[in-house]
């Protein structure tokens, strides 16, 4: 999606949009269900956008809790 000249903003755009409705919202936790990103290896441009975002809206003055909830010991056992 990134490579796409028409399309490329359009994960950013919703992701901030989702960020801002939770904090506006001040929401408990927000899930993302689904893969951040569309590629494997996401290009320095895509990470340092992604950072932005989370910077802005999850790492400011508010106090944040994260947590993984699944093991990944056993979901990458043999990785």
């Known amino acids: 999606m990134e490579k796409d000249e028409i399309r490329c903003h359009d ?3 919703a992701f901030e949009e989702i960020c ?7 929401v408990d936790f927000l899930l993302l269900g689904g893969d951040l990103f ?10 340092v956008k992604t950072i932005e975002i989370l910077r802005r809206y ?16 056993v979901n990458f056992a043999n990785v």
Do not use: G
């Not at 801002?20 to 001040?26: D, L, P, Y």
């Not at 569309?38 to 990470?47: A, I, M, W």
């Open 58 to 73: 999850c790492l400011n003055d508010q106090p944040v809790q994260f947590q993984v909830v699944s093991d990944q010991t």
């Open 20 to 26: 801002s409705i939770a904090e506006q919202r001040q």
């Open 11 to 13: 994960s950013f755009y």
């Open 38 to 47: 569309h590629e494997n290896k996401p290009s320095r441009t895509t990470l």
